[in-house]
């Protein structure tokens, strides 16, 4: 049996007569009264009675009609929903976070934008470090991600800079610089020389913290590394603990606010904290493709905030 044959047999049964059912299917009528015959021979039922206005059908064609329709209607169904798959509006996006990019408002922002225009995508989420992330991209485990400084930069991989914020000095809520100097204007690096950093680890996100060094040794001191560590979030713990100090993106100061004071560097220090879109560049379809744009469109939007001085 071919699925043409249940197309034949609901075009008969609604028309009542073999000459308009092939008329309706574009066919001549032989051709169509040998299929239902071929299929009543293949069922070993009689589908209709023939009568010499038309036909009508039997118990056991009446049965076979609420078969075929439901058959019919889940190949419409499937062909539908494969339509939407062709067009991206439907399928499993898998998704890669920083810490720090998932702390800023501009994630969330995004991902509730897709789901709200996309809600046949169905989002799965992966926090990693950044070098997890690109890898994860470049083996297709992800279709995309987004992260603060690319630590590799494969090939076939795109990094497009989305958006840039300032980073600000975390401190433990009793240390004199909470309410010293750092309460009155900003850090000076200098200020720090006698600190202990606490570091991400260098193969997790190397390009953030080398630019912090890289400035400490050029204002005439080494930095003093208290911890390494793989996540900004467990960076942020320690410092609440009072294991030393972190720089991190501005957009993370709501953690540990009882024990944790964020402080702003000086006017004029170099370091920034970006936030980066990493995706394959043949990733050109489906649903990540509607994610790169909403990315995009709620990047702008950001920009647009910031610029009026609204706070990103």
């Known amino acids: 049996m071919e699925f043409r044959h249940l197309r034949y047999f609901l075009a008969v049964a609604e028309a009542g007569h073999m000459t308009r059912a092939a008329e309706r299917l574009g066919i001549q009528q032989p051709p169509l009264s040998l299929q239902i015959k071929a299929l009543e021979a293949e069922l070993g039922v009689s589908l209709f009675q023939r009568h010499p206005k038309g036909v009508s059908l ?19 169904a499937m062909q539908g929903r494969m339509a ?4 991206g509006e439907l399928g499993l996006l898998n998704v890669g976070f920083t810490s720090s990019a998932a702390a800023h408002a501009f994630t969330p922002e995004a991902l509730r934008a897709c789901r709200r225009a996309w809600p046949g995508i169905t ?9 997890g992330i690109t890898e994860a991209v470049a083996a297709g485990r992800l279709h995309c991600g987004l992260i603060r400084v690319p630590v590799a930069l494969p090939e076939h991989l ?48 190397p390009g953030l913290y080398a ?12 930095p003093r590394i208290a911890a390494e560590v ?22 993370m100061r709501g953690l540990h606010p009882q024990a944790v004071t964020y402080r702003p560097l000086a006017d ?12 394959r560049t043949a990733e050109a379809s489906g649903p990540a493709a509607h994610f790169l744009k909403i990315v995009r469109d709620t990047a702008r939007r950001h920009q647009a905030r910031g610029r009026k001085g609204s706070p990103r």
């Open 58 to 76: 039997t118990d056991a064609g009446r049965q076979f009609e609420q078969e075929a329709r439901r058959l019919v209607d889940e190949m419409a």
């Open 84 to 87: 939407r798959v062709a067009r």
């Open 123 to 131: 989002l799965s989420i992966r926090e990693d470090h950044a070098a």
């Open 158 to 205: 795109s990094f497009e800079l989305l958006l840039r914020e300032p980073v600000v000095v975390a401190l433990p809520v009793d240390h004199p610089l909470a309410a010293g100097v750092g309460a009155r204007r900003g850090l000076a690096l200098t200020d720090l020389r006698q600190e202990g950093f606490i570091l991400v680890r260098q193969p997790g996100a």
């Open 211 to 222: 630019n912090l060094l890289a400035l400490c040794e050029a204002r005439g001191f080494r």
């Open 230 to 251: 793989e996540r900004m979030v467990t960076s942020l713990n320690l410092v609440a603990a009072g294991a030393g100090v972190a720089v991190v993106p501005a957009s």
């Open 268 to 279: 004029g220090t170099p370091l920034d904290a970006p936030l980066t879109l990493v995706y």
